[in-house]
């Protein structure tokens, strides 16, 4: 296998970094019955690594959001005070379930810091959804409570739901209203500390975060301790070789790294590559409450930004945006995308319109923790089209034939299901045994549902989905979660979902529907009565009528390729 001069050199300063007896040395360990390599002198848990890194930091500004600042020593102290109230005024034990639904504050991170402190599993809540998607999530996962902000607090209140509700940032007057305890108020009854702190193990449940996938509705993952902090070292490893290889190269680097948090903490890419790394590198993060590429880039300026990471929509809005130039950017170092594929022409493009800063990009799954493939500078130029190596040091990728157990790699440029393994893998899907089965196939493998192929410098090229999702702005839609919904009403006949080509988004939701002959059904109504029910980033953009029945293979199923390959050459066409 062939390597650049960057790979040959990144390489080896991570070989340096993980040598046995450091800090950050790699060795083997048995995990699940496979040998893997693990970072021998990690922390046990998430409550250790919190602990050391929190304390390494504490006198640093950690939090800034509007007006509010606060060091790491004054979140997690408010931390452990919330993890005391969890334990004293709810009743919340180690193993009990605790969704989080919001969107990014300071008291998302701190409802998460206390649950994995204390030993309970912390379930982050997508806050697009719906109030029936969110009952899916409570009911699915069995949550005793949630940490809700004020809009997501309104459409619990809707709900009937088994779990208890504690409310964030939300006035004494609403919470009344709505029937749900502040957190404010709780806290103010509650003892300072936990009367009792149980042993935590490395395999023990952190987190279940729910991912769409081909099957419809959505599948908790479950990550242990061990997979959360391993996940979380090894994006260590990344950032302190390329450190590293900017002081070779006479670059100084910033007192403290600062990273605008713009991407959703309740994602892969926010909890672990953003949030826990934080928590290590001691880098200070701005919250944005929501997206808007013109105050990206007041905050960048203002707050002196090293590090932007976020889906490639919003990376080309910032190119885009008419006061750009407006603006000083000189502290930013990489500008990194994850969670869709980067439209290689927008490489270059970034490359130029941001002189000086890195493009780099990331592929990693939920059920990976995030953990994949890294394609970086000047390497990433060179291969706009690759999402990069195997994360070194602990993950290893492979092109593989087939359903079931992961055999013999495919050859270099040889199409396949794209394989990770790593003991940073989530341990399966929480209460779903086949699903499980079907993706975590034995010997530490996971089948991503991504076809791909390695060219001969190890780099990976995804090409398609073995799996029948979308992926709208980092978002993964599942196409028979929509076709069910869409069948719902009761004038269909049939239906197919598919992804659409955006230059923005990267994909967005197309659908084409056959009713039911003799009934009359408007698209316009059939996309209010999606609206009920479903979360925005759901509905189809795009919804043709078919006056047709829908063509269908020698199975009698839909023949989905064969639409997709129409509608999208219809949609290009009006498009142009």
């Not at 590090?307 to 930013?332: A, C, I, N």
């Not at 970034?350 to 500078?377: C, D, M, S, W």
């Amino acid at each position: 296998m062939t390597k650049s001069a960057l790979d040959a050199a990144l390489d080896q300063v991570v070989a340096g970094i993980t040598a046995l007896g450091g800090a950050l040395g790699v060795g083997t360990a048995n995990v699940h019955g496979v040998s893997l390599p693990i970072f021998s002198a990690a922390p046990p848990t998430m409550r250790e690594y919190m602990a050391m890194f929190f304390t390494v930091n504490g006198p640093k500004e950690f939090l800034v959001f509007g007006e509010e600042r606060l060091t790491f020593a004054e979140v997690y102290a408010r931390s452990l005070k919330f993890a005391a109230m969890l334990q004293h005024r709810q009743g919340i034990a180690k193993g009990d379930r605790v969704g989080v639904a919001m969107r990014n504050y300071p008291d998302w991170i701190i409802a998460y810091v206390a649950c994995a402190h204390m030993g309970a599993v912390c379930i982050p809540m997508n806050a697009w959804w719906t109030a029936e998607e969110m009952a899916y999530g409570i009911e699915d996962s069995g949550a005793r409570l949630v940490i809700a902000d004020e809009e997501r607090a309104r459409r619990l209140a809707t709900l009937s739901c088994t779990a208890k509700v504690i409310t964030v940032r939300t006035s004494g007057e609403v919470a009344s209203q709505l029937g749900f305890a502040r957190s404010e108020d709780e806290l103010a009854a509650s003892p300072d500390t936990m009367w009792y702190l149980p042993e935590l193990l490395p395999e023990d449940d952190c987190t279940i975060m729910y991912t769409s996938g081909s099957t419809g509705a959505p599948k908790g993952a479950v990550s242990t301790h061990r997979a959360q902090v391993s996940a979380s070292m090894n994006y260590l490893v990344t950032g302190l070789a390329l450190l590293e290889l900017s002081a070779q190269s006479g670059a100084a680097p910033a007192d403290q790294q600062v990273m605008l948090l713009n991407v959703p903490l309740f994602h892969i890419t926010g909890l672990v590559p953003v949030l826990l790394v934080s928590f290590a590198i001691g880098r200070k993060m701005i919250i944005m409450h929501k997206w808007d590429a013109g105050e990206a880039l007041r905050l960048i300026e203002k707050e002196r930004c090293t590090y932007f990471v976020g889906v490639p929509t919003m990376s080309l809005e910032l190119m885009q945006h008419p006061d750009r130039h407006k603006y000083d950017l000189s502290s930013l170092v990489d500008i990194a995308s994850g969670g869709a594929p980067r439209p290689p022409e927008h490489v270059e493009r970034l490359a130029k319109e941001f002189e000086g800063k890195h493009p780099v990009q990331g592929y990693g799954l939920t059920e990976t923790n995030g953990v994949g493939a890294g394609n970086i500078r000047d390497n990433y130029r060179n291969k706009p089209a690759s999402t990069g190596r195997a994360a070194p040091p602990l993950m290893e990728i492979r092109i593989a034939d087939g359903d079931g157990p992961v055999g013999e790699a495919l050859p270099t440029g040889a199409v396949g299901e794209v394989c990770l393994r790593s003991v940073c893998n989530c341990r399966g899907y929480w209460n779903k045994p086949d699903a499980t089965a079907a993706a975590f196939v034995g010997n530490g493998w996971f089948r991503s549902g991504d076809l791909g192929y390695l060219d001969d410098e190890g780099y990976l090229f995804i090409v398609d989905r073995k799996k029948d999702i979308i992926i709208r702005g980092g978002e993964n839609i599942s196409c028979q979660e929509v076709e069910s919904a869409i069948y719902a009403h009761p004038a269909v006949a049939e239906v197919s979902v598919f992804g659409l080509p955006d230059e923005r988004l990267g994909e967005i939701v197309g659908a084409v529907v056959y009713a039911k002959p003799g009934e009359h059904l408007d698209p316009d109504a059939l996309i209010d009565f999606l609206k009920s029910g479903m979360a925005a980033y759901k509905i189809p953009a795009k919804l043709w009528m078919s006056a047709d029945q829908l063509p269908k293979l020698g199975s009698a199923k839909i023949d989905k390729v064969t639409l997709r390959k129409q509608y999208r050459a219809v949609w290009a066409a009006n498009a142009a």
